[in-house]
């Protein structure tokens, strides 16, 4: 590895552990600075594998951390206003782990990809929908409704499928969803067939979703096609499965179902039960 390459490896190694002192000596909450100080040792780790594998300058993970020490930064600014995103305002979110954590099961070639290209995109387009509709007061209307709904649905999506997936996964669910996923399936083996089945349906580009409904006390298995279509109101999705094309088509080819098969081993069933339960506090009469 050439020297000045690893010298400036080093340096921002260093720089990180410099945001993570300021981050504890800043005024955000002790939930934030945990949160946090996880992103930079999560983009730290990136950098020791970048030094560990001993290769020149590989100039598109340079670009990588460069793009994720800038997410970083950004993301610990604490907006004026915590409670809510202002209109064409939204962020990319950081992954929650390096691009290569999830291989073999993913490779780190579609994980960057479909982060840094589709998911951008998702997001841009939702600024440019709530931009037109929200402040620029754009006509058609009906052409920024249709934007918002397939860039807003793709953005939410992509956001909670990156944190459904972790390097850790226990391979099968367990506590409160596990007891959930009983009652309403039978078994976990009667639900992963039955979800597996529903991605296997999709026809074209679209998703397979695990959903908590509020108004039946149950859980659901439904297919969205694209990101907006089949969508079912007043219910919160819990794990979600992107089966478009570009989720797989760079490992698997056309061979979705061992796309699939894979994914199972990616999830991260601790992020599904602290969505269950947040997503279970909703309580609404039953009908
Ligand atoms: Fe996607």
């Given at each position: 590895m050439d020297k000045d390459y690893q010298a400036y490896l080093e340096k921002l190694l260093e720089w990180g552990e410099k945001v993570k002192q300021k981050l504890k000596d800043s005024d955000l909450t002790e939930e934030e600075i945990k949160h946090a100080t996880e992103q930079v040792e999560i983009w730290q780790e990136n950098l020791s594998d970048m030094m560990a594998s001993n290769q020149d300058e590989d100039m598109d993970r340079l670009e990588d951390v460069r793009m994720q020490a800038e997410q970083l930064v950004e993301n610990f600014r604490k907006p004026q206003d915590a409670s809510s995103v202002p209109y064409g305002k939204h962020k990319l979110p950081p992954l929650p782990y390096a691009y290569n954590a999830l291989e073999p099961y993913i490779s780190e070639q579609i994980m960057r990809l479909h982060h840094q290209k589709h998911h951008r995109a998702y997001?841009?387009?939702?600024?440019?929908?709530?931009?037109?509709?929200?402040?620029?007061?754009?006509?058609?209307?009906?052409?920024?409704?249709?934007?918002?709904?397939?860039?807003?649905?793709?953005?939410?999506?992509?956001?909670?499928?990156?944190?459904?997936?972790?390097?850790?996964?226990?391979?099968?669910?367990?506590?409160?969803?596990?007891?959930?996923?009983?009652?309403?399936?039978?078994s976990?083996?009667?639900?992963?067939?039955?979800?597996?089945?529903?991605?296997?349906?999709?026809?074209?580009?679209?998703?397979?979703?695990?959903?908590?409904?509020?108004?039946?006390?149950?859980?659901?298995?439904?297919?969205?096609?694209?990101?907006?279509?089949?969508?079912?109101?007043?219910?919160?999705?819990?794990?979600?499965?992107?089966?478009?094309?570009h989720a797989y088509y760079l490992q698997h080819y056309n061979d979705k179902a061992a796309y699939i098969d894979n994914w199972w081993n990616v999830v991260n069933w601790d992020n599904v039960n602290d969505r269950f339960k947040e997503a279970s506090k909703v309580k609404w009469q039953l009908f």
């Open positions: 997001v841009d387009g939702l600024n440019k929908a709530e931009k037109a509709l929200y402040i620029d007061k754009k006509d058609p209307i009906k052409h920024w409704l249709r934007e918002q709904a397939f860039h807003g649905s793709g953005h939410y999506l992509h956001t909670i499928f990156w944190y459904n997936m972790t390097p850790k996964s226990k391979k099968k669910p367990d506590g409160a969803i596990l007891r959930q996923i009983e009652k309403d399936f039978g976990w083996r009667a639900f992963k067939d039955m979800f597996t089945k529903a991605a296997n349906s999709v026809e074209g580009d679209g998703w397979a979703v695990l959903l908590w409904t509020p108004r039946s006390g149950k859980l659901a298995v439904q297919s969205f096609e694209k990101h907006q279509l089949f969508q079912v109101p007043d219910t919160i999705p819990l794990l979600v499965l992107d089966v478009w094309e």
